[in-house]
């Protein structure tokens, strides 16, 4: 081995910066996102060349611009369908997709669910920010009903998706949520999602702070997040509470939020197991809006994960059986045809 | 065993030119029927040319007018260019198939009808008055009418095979075949390879289908009534090793050898459509010569997943119709954009909206070059012929990564189904294809620049996992040079012609017009594209026969045209644009060279024909 290799020095998050110039509004929260993802790059251990990020349009889709890997903005809603044919071609790329609600949910929904069924091992990263932030402030498909914006003067009649139940309807092997604003949890998500082998599906809570200010406060600020949110870990029971005095029990199907004392402890409580496909899905089913009486913390975490193969895996292995059956493809005795006439 | 005989009792009869029509109903295997007498005539050398016509539904009801499906085959000792226009043999399957067909049969032609296929039921289907059959009513007497109860025959000759009687019926086509075979004194062994490939692990359907195929041959050979059989002889082509091939088929292999030449791996991101689909099933099945297909949700991930797998360093190519072809408008404008290679194939059809599905038209030329919003130019190439398929999507694929450039490949339904004999090339023999992505910085580059050009223009090809070549592209208008995001007026200006220029500049890099026949200078040019090659040879080498100066050019290179069309059609009196459309070469060309040619448009859903065309062509001689 020649010894004059040097050992590249660990790349640290400046390396993923780029020149150019970040034009999100002062306070988006894509801008800890940016930040987020910055910092975990380097731990996962990906040659920089190998990362690709791949964005449709919107505030968020910008996003590639600002990382200094592999990149494409591409056009509204397609990034997935891009992804979809990068990997299937260069299954050894690591293959990061920004969108946000409107991008990947209402122009691109259609390509979301098909990737997520296809089980591409790609990584979605879903800004939900509730709004259109670059068109100044339509409602999205995941805005609230009777939601006042631009286009909805006598509120929105629209009823909104929930996507990680979206997600799991679309047999999406890995489901997670997280937020804009609990950057520790937010990097452990994006760990956690690439490290999945299979489609990854994170819904990253985003504000924006123009157009649709505080729509997640409740659960990202100090004062209401540890009521109104359940972290969810693998093995763990879900407690949630800021004394750490309420938790989770399933009713049958129904969850219901429960008090220790006298009737329940910790130890009565749903155990949450991430690859129980039926409880993840009452988990994505705990959506109440929290500023109705009754109602659920709202989940944070990993909901589910499973493992099926990869369509760009099964492709290869196709190609790969057909190539040990048959030989290498022979173009001579492709165009010659098994019949043949001679004119002299 | 499928040897006549007494073949000395019979007298053959030497042909030069014969159209054949099988038609019948959509689910009686005509189109099989057809390709198989193909196959059969291609093997001896004879020269030929199909026309399938496929009812637009997959099944419409049995027995009626839209139900009926057809395919007409001309084969000739000479050299022939369309499938012909009137037929000499009527194979009516059906009431339907006769009512339908019976204006295409030459006065004096031959109707092989089926009895049984003329019933009360069948006549009622294809509304016919109460009580009237064409076979007994006397209205076909300028025809010579064979009428044999086929399904009858078929039914008799399986009588020992265990099938139920439905399936037995389904052998009814190869009883013509077989009847056709000895007709024209074919050998069958084609045929019987293919029933042996086909149904070899189905020995009840393969002895069925064999014994009718039998039958019919006998039919023909121990009836006293068929005094006459035909041959037609080898046609003078040029010499070398031939097969037959359709149009869909050819596009396929021109894509694999083009992956194959430039070493680059095939993707094909498709959605299922007519005429286009057989593409897709075609590359599907080539999974050893690495070739990827992938069958999108809609449209638009077809053409989008192809521009993922470009970017990635593959052959991408996404196929389409034009409704297809609407759709992924956006998407090319990104490719144009991003600057990346990509293959988009419009085997066009009847329009507008779903239009005329199964029917041949060339109305997505202007859709082609200018479908797109802002200035968005792409290359476009046409092919004439199914064999043509092949090199003109070789060259399309040769243009597309040498400059950078998606590039749109135009096609229709009747070259795409429509079938010819091809001299195919040998793999060594076929233009290189080189292609070289960016491996690193060079020494004097400090920083990546991705839109840096070359003399054609074209930017570098720089795909991800490349260390040192980190960049970021997008659909935002770029800075000349960096390919950074820019808005700045000057700089959209100079993109703009840049994008134009670079297209404009492959006029240097493909073969010169020429023309296909005629004098260089004169009357009459007749200027063609796409499958009206046949039609418009034809008609321009009969009136050269009579005399006339006529002259025939035929496109391939669209968009740009090659350097010197301005100079070839400055070189005659008239120039004459013949198209299945409303008009639309003839736009580019007036537009362009300032020319005041002639249109001739037809559309009917159906390819011009020569006669047509030539009565045309004496207004103008
Ligand atoms: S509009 Fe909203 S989402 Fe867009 S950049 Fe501004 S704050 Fe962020």
Same mark, same amino acid.
Request: aromatic content about 8%; glycine content about 8%; some cysteine.
């Given at each position: 081995?020649?010894?004059?290799?040097?050992?590249?020095?660990?790349?640290?998050?400046?390396?993923?910066?780029?020149?150019?110039?970040?034009?999100?509004?002062?306070?988006?929260?894509?801008?800890?996102?940016?930040?987020?993802?910055?910092?975990?790059?380097?731990?996962?251990?990906?040659?920089?060349?190998?990362?690709?990020?791949?964005?449709?349009?919107?505030?968020?889709?910008?996003?590639?611009?600002?990382?200094?890997?592999?990149?494409?903005?591409?056009?509204?809603?397609?990034?997935?369908?891009?992804?979809?044919?990068?990997?299937?071609?260069?299954?050894?790329?690591?293959?990061?997709?920004?969108?946000?609600?409107?991008?990947?949910?209402? $122009?691109?929904?259609?390509?979301?669910?098909?990737?997520?069924?296809?089980?591409?091992?790609?990584?979605?990263?879903?800004?939900?920010?509730?709004?259109?932030?670059?068109?100044?402030?339509?409602?999205?498909?995941?805005?609230?009903?009777?939601?006042?914006?631009?286009?909805?003067?006598?509120?929105?009649?629209?009823?909104?998706?929930?996507?990680?139940?979206?997600?799991?309807?679309?047999?999406?092997?890995?489901?997670?949520?997280?937020?804009?604003?609990?950057?520790?949890?937010?990097?452990?998500? %994006?760990?956690?999602?690439?490290?999945?082998?299979?489609?990854?599906?994170?819904?990253?809570?985003?504000?924006?702070?123009?157009?649709?200010?505080?729509?997640?406060?409740?659960?990202?600020?100090?004062?209401?997040?540890?009521?109104?949110?359940?972290?969810?870990?693998?093995?763990?029971?879900?407690?949630?509470?800021?004394?750490?005095?309420?938790?989770?029990?399933?009713?049958?199907?129904?969850?219901?939020?429960?008090?220790?004392?006298?009737?329940?402890?910790?130890?009565?409580?749903?155990?949450?197991?991430?690859?129980?496909?039926?409880?993840?899905?009452?988990?994505?089913?705990?959506?109440?809006?929290?500023?109705?009486?009754?109602?659920?913390?709202?989940?944070?975490? *990993?909901?589910?994960?499973?493992?099926?193969?990869?369509?760009?895996?099964?492709?290869?292995?196709?190609?790969?059986?057909?190539?040990?059956?048959?030989?290498?493809?022979?173009?001579?005795?492709?165009?010659?045809?098994?019949?043949?006439?001679?004119?002299? | 065993?499928?040897?006549?005989?007494?073949?000395?009792?019979?007298?053959?009869?030497? %042909?030069?030119?014969?159209?054949?029509?099988?038609?019948?109903?959509?689910?009686?295997?005509?189109?099989?029927?057809?390709?198989?007498?193909?196959?059969?005539?291609?093997?001896?050398?004879?020269?030929?040319?199909?026309?399938?016509?496929?009812?637009?539904?997959?099944?419409?009801?049995?027995?009626?007018?839209?139900?009926?499906?057809?395919?007409?085959?001309?084969?000739?000792?000479?050299?022939?260019?369309?499938?012909?226009?009137?037929?000499?043999?009527?194979?009516?399957?059906?009431?339907?198939?006769?009512?339908?067909?019976?204006?295409?049969?030459?006065?004096?032609?031959?109707?092989?009808?089926?009895?049984?296929?003329?019933?009360?039921?069948? %006549?009622?289907?294809?509304?016919?008055?109460?009580?009237?059959?064409?076979?007994?009513?006397?209205?076909?007497?300028?025809?010579?009418?064979?009428?044999?109860? $086929?399904?009858?025959?078929?039914?008799?000759?399986?009588?020992?095979?265990?099938?139920?009687?439905?399936?037995?019926?389904?052998?009814?086509?190869?009883?013509?075949?077989?009847?056709?075979?000895?007709?024209?004194?074919?050998?069958?062994?084609?045929? *019987?390879?293919?029933?042996?490939?086909?149904?070899?692990?189905?020995?009840?359907?393969?002895?069925?289908?064999?014994?009718?195929?039998?039958?019919?041959?006998?039919?023909?050979?121990?009836?006293?009534?068929?005094?006459?059989?035909?041959?037609?002889?080898?046609?003078?082509?040029?010499?070398?090793?031939?097969?037959?091939?359709?149009?869909?088929?050819?596009?396929?292999?021109?894509?694999?050898?083009?992956?194959?030449?430039?070493?680059?791996?095939?993707?094909?991101?498709?959605?299922?459509?007519?005429?286009?689909?057989?593409?897709?099933?075609?590359?599907?099945?080539?999974?050893?010569?690495?070739?990827?297909?992938?069958?999108?949700?809609?449209?638009?991930?077809?053409?989008?997943?192809?521009?993922?797998?470009?970017?990635?360093?593959?052959?991408?190519?996404?196929?389409?119709?034009?409704?297809?072809?609407?759709?992924?408008?956006?998407?090319?404008?990104?490719?144009?954009?991003?600057? $990346?290679?990509?293959?988009?194939?419009?085997?066009?059809?009847?329009?507008?909206?779903?239009?005329?599905?199964?029917?041949?038209?060339?109305?997505?030329?202007?859709?082609?070059?200018?479908?797109?919003?802002?200035?968005?130019?792409?290359?476009?190439?046409?092919?004439?012929?199914?064999?043509?398929?092949?090199?003109?999507?070789?060259?399309?694929?040769?243009?597309?990564?040498?400059?950078?450039?998606?590039?749109?490949?135009?096609?229709?339904?009747?070259?795409?189904?429509?079938?010819?004999?091809?001299?195919?090339?040998?793999?060594?023999?076929?233009?290189?294809?080189?292609?070289?992505?960016?491996?690193?910085?060079?020494?004097?580059?400090?920083?990546?620049?991705?839109?840096?050009?070359?003399?054609?223009?074209?930017?570098?090809?720089?795909?991800?996992?490349?260390?040192?070549?980190?960049?970021?592209?997008?659909?935002?208008?770029?800075?000349?040079?960096?390919?950074?995001?820019?808005?700045?007026?000057?700089?959209?200006?100079?993109?703009?012609?840049?994008?134009?220029?670079?297209?404009?500049?492959?006029?240097?890099?493909?073969?010169?017009?020429?023309?296909?026949?005629?004098?260089?200078?004169?009357?009459?040019?007749?200027?063609?594209?796409?499958?009206?090659?046949?039609?418009?040879?034809?008609?321009?080498?009969?009136?050269?026969?009579?005399?006339?100066?006529?002259?025939?050019?035929?496109?391939?290179?669209?968009?740009?045209?090659?350097?010197?069309?301005?100079?070839?059609?400055?070189?005659?009196?008239?120039?004459?644009?013949?198209?299945?459309?409303?008009?639309?070469?003839?736009?580019?060309?007036?537009?362009?060279?300032?020319?005041?040619?002639?249109?001739?448009?037809?559309?009917?859903?159906?390819?011009?024909?020569?006669?047509?065309?030539?009565?045309?062509?004496?207004?103008?001689?």
């Amino acid at each position: 081995m020649s010894n004059t290799t040097v050992n590249p020095l660990p790349l640290t998050a400046k390396d993923f910066a780029t020149d150019q110039e970040v034009r999100w509004c002062p306070g988006c929260g894509d801008y800890s996102i940016l930040a987020q993802v910055q910092k975990v790059m380097p731990t996962l251990g990906i040659p920089r060349e190998n990362i690709v990020i791949i964005s449709g349009i919107g505030c968020s889709s910008r996003f590639p611009y600002y990382m200094n890997t592999y990149g494409m903005h591409s056009i509204h809603g397609r990034a997935t369908a891009i992804a979809s044919g990068l990997k299937a071609t260069r299954p050894e790329l690591s293959v990061w997709i920004v969108t946000g609600d409107g991008d990947g949910l209402s $122009i691109g929904g259609n390509h979301t669910i098909h990737l997520l069924r296809r089980n591409f091992d790609v990584n979605i990263m879903l800004f939900n920010n509730q709004i259109y932030g670059l068109t100044k402030g339509q409602y999205s498909p995941t805005s609230e009903e009777k939601k006042v914006t631009k286009s909805t003067p006598f509120g929105s009649i629209d009823h909104p998706f929930n996507p990680a139940a979206l997600a799991l309807g679309a047999d999406a092997t890995f489901v997670a949520r997280s937020m804009d604003r609990d950057p520790k949890h937010l990097q452990e998500m %994006l760990i956690r999602s690439h490290a999945h082998k299979g489609a990854s599906f994170l819904e990253i809570y985003q504000n924006c702070n123009i157009f649709n200010d505080g729509a997640f406060e409740i659960f990202t600020e100090k004062s209401s997040k540890q009521d109104e949110t359940v972290f969810l870990e693998h093995g763990k029971p879900l407690i949630f509470g800021a004394q750490k005095n309420k938790g989770l029990r399933l009713d049958g199907f129904k969850p219901v939020a429960v008090e220790f004392g006298k009737e329940f402890s910790a130890d009565d409580l749903w155990v949450h197991d991430e690859n129980d496909f039926h409880k993840a899905s009452i988990l994505s089913r705990m959506f109440d809006n929290p500023r109705e009486a009754e109602h659920l913390p709202r989940p944070f975490g *990993v909901f589910y994960e499973s493992f099926r193969s990869c369509y760009e895996d099964e492709m290869a292995m196709q190609i790969g059986e057909a190539i040990e059956q048959k030989g290498k493809g022979d173009l001579n005795k492709l165009l010659r045809g098994n019949e043949t006439w001679t004119i002299a | 065993m499928f040897n006549s005989t007494n073949p000395m009792t019979r007298h053959a009869e030497i %042909l030069n030119d014969v159209v054949i029509k099988f038609a019948g109903d959509s689910g009686e295997g005509m189109q099989l029927t057809g390709s198989q007498f193909t196959n059969n005539t291609a093997l001896l050398g004879i020269d030929l040319a199909t026309f399938p016509d496929f009812p637009a539904e997959i099944r419409a009801p049995q027995g009626t007018l839209p139900g009926v499906s057809g395919y007409q085959l001309r084969f000739s000792s000479d050299m022939v260019f369309t499938p012909g226009e009137e037929c000499d043999v009527l194979v009516a399957m059906n009431a339907a198939a006769l009512k339908v067909n019976l204006k295409s049969l030459k006065k004096g032609g031959k109707i092989i009808a089926n009895t049984d296929g003329f019933d009360s039921k069948n %006549l009622r289907l294809a509304n016919f008055p109460e009580g009237v059959n064409p076979l007994d009513d006397g209205s076909l007497g300028n025809y010579e009418v064979i009428r044999m109860d $086929i399904t009858k025959m078929t039914r008799e000759a399986l009588k020992e095979i265990s099938l139920g009687t439905k399936e037995k019926d389904r052998a009814k086509n190869m009883f013509v075949l077989g009847f056709l075979y000895w007709m024209y004194n074919r050998d069958m062994a084609s045929t *019987v390879q293919f029933l042996k490939d086909k149904f070899g692990k189905k020995p009840e359907i393969f002895e069925s289908n064999m014994k009718a195929l039998q039958a019919g041959y006998n039919y023909g050979d121990t009836t006293e009534t068929f005094t006459t059989t035909y041959k037609v002889e080898k046609a003078k082509m040029h010499p070398g090793v031939y097969r037959s091939i359709m149009g869909n088929q050819a596009l396929a292999y021109g894509l694999i050898a083009a992956s194959q030449k430039s070493g680059l791996p095939l993707f094909l991101g498709s959605y299922p459509i007519t005429p286009a689909s057989d593409i897709l099933h075609e590359l599907s099945r080539y999974k050893s010569f690495g070739v990827r297909t992938f069958q999108a949700e809609d449209e638009i991930a077809g053409i989008t997943a192809a521009i993922g797998a470009a970017y990635g360093g593959s052959l991408a190519v996404t196929t389409t119709s034009g409704p297809g072809l609407a759709l992924k408008a956006e998407s090319m404008g990104l490719a144009v954009m991003l600057e $990346i290679p990509l293959l988009i194939v419009d085997v066009q059809r009847g329009g507008p909206s779903t239009g005329l599905p199964t029917k041949t038209e060339q109305s997505d030329l202007l859709q082609a070059y200018y479908g797109r919003n802002g200035e968005c130019p792409m290359p476009v190439i046409a092919a004439s012929t199914p064999s043509d398929c092949f090199d003109a999507v070789y060259e399309a694929a040769r243009i597309s990564v040498q400059h950078m450039t998606p590039v749109i490949f135009l096609s229709d339904g009747y070259i795409a189904n429509g079938a010819e004999p091809w001299r195919f090339p040998n793999a060594n023999d076929l233009q290189e294809i080189t292609v070289n992505f960016k491996a690193g910085l060079n020494p004097d580059e400090e920083k990546f620049l991705p839109y840096l050009r070359d003399e054609k223009l074209a930017r570098p090809w720089a795909i991800p996992g490349t260390p040192g070549l980190e960049h970021r592209i997008g659909g935002l208008e770029k800075q000349n040079v960096t390919g950074n995001v820019n808005y700045e007026p000057e700089n959209h200006q100079l993109m703009v012609k840049l994008r134009q220029e670079k297209v404009d500049r492959i006029a240097d890099h493909i073969p010169e017009q020429k023309l296909d026949s005629g004098p260089t200078k004169g009357k009459v040019l007749v200027l063609g594209w796409g499958s009206t090659y046949g039609a418009i040879k034809s008609a321009v080498a009969e009136l050269k026969e009579e005399g006339h100066a006529i002259s025939h050019a035929h496109i391939r290179y669209l968009r740009p045209f090659p350097a010197n069309l301005g100079a070839i059609l400055r070189n005659f009196e008239q120039v004459l644009v013949p198209e299945i459309n409303n008009g639309q070469l003839i736009r580019l060309i007036r537009d362009l060279y300032l020319v005041d040619a002639k249109g001739y448009h037809k559309i009917m859903g159906i390819p011009i024909t020569k006669t047509e065309l030539v009565a045309e062509l004496r207004r103008y001689l």
